[in-house]
Every structure is written in structure tokens, then in C-alpha cells.
């Protein structure tokens, strides 16, 4: 059983910087991919960013690519999500996945999932 918690999240001004956190349980963290989804009302999941494995090998949806970190501390079994210049179209509900097995950017085939982190931007 993994558990996944985001923290982090609030509102925000246009430019400004937030740093979200997921603590997960589980003492195979490091062997997980572990990826970010948002998703703001009436839309669909999106993908964010996603860390396939502790050596560092990372992705990003080209709509964060250059403003966004995504990075783990396997020690503290917590992912983290750096998102810097932050813009109104960021703000949504963010959420932290995890599976042993997925490593893409699909959300239905993540198998663990957090309750999510509101992050607002404002103009």
C-alpha cells in the first residue's frame, strides 16, 4: 500500500514561485516513477512532469517545460515540483502519481494517487 500526500499549494501572483511537495509511503520509493498531473475545473487531467527513476531522467509537458522542476529526495520518500514564473493558465488542482511499472505521461495508468494541492495564479 503506497500513500501519497501533496502540500504546498496556494495562491499566488502572475510571476511569482511555489514549491509543491508529495510525501509518499512505501521503502521502494526509489524504484518508482513518480509524476505530476494538474487538473483545473471542467477540464481534463493533464500531465505536468514525471520522474522515471532516482538517476534523474525527467519529462516535461511542453506547456511548463523552462519553468518547472520536477525532483526527488528518496531519503524523505517526497517528490517535489518547483514551478517558477508562474501564470494564471498554471492554476488548477495539482496532483502527485506514483507506479511501479508506468512510466509515461497517461493518468489512468498511474496506480497511486494523491488528493491534490490547489495551486491559484492571479493576474
Known amino acids: 500500500q503506497v500513500q501519497l500526500v501533496e502540500s504546498g499549494g496556494g495562491l499566488v501572483q502572475t510571476g511569482d514561485s511555489l514549491r509543491l511537495s508529495c510525501a509518499a509511503s512505501?521503502?521502494?520509493?526509489?524504484?518508482?516513477?513518480m509524476a505530476w498531473f494538474r487538473q483545473a475545473p471542467g477540464k481534463e487531467r493533464e500531465f505536468v512532469a514525471v520522474s522515471r527513476w532516482s538517476g534523474g531522467m525527467t519529462a516535461y509537458a511542453d506547456s511548463v517545460k523552462g519553468r518547472f522542476t520536477i525532483s526527488r529526495d528518496n531519503a524523505k520518500n517526497t517528490v517535489y515540483l518547483q514551478m517558477n514564473s508562474l501564470k494564471p493558465e498554471d492554476t488548477a488542482v495539482y496532483y502527485c502519481?506514483?507506479?511501479?511499472?508506468?512510466?509515461?505521461?497517461?493518468?489512468?495508468?498511474?496506480?497511486?494517487w494523491g488528493q491534490g494541492t490547489q495551486v491559484t495564479v492571479s493576474s
Open positions: 502519481a506514483a507506479d511501479p511499472v508506468y512510466r509515461g505521461t497517461y493518468p489512468n495508468e498511474y496506480g497511486y
Open positions: 512505501g521503502r521502494t520509493f526509489s524504484s518508482y516513477a
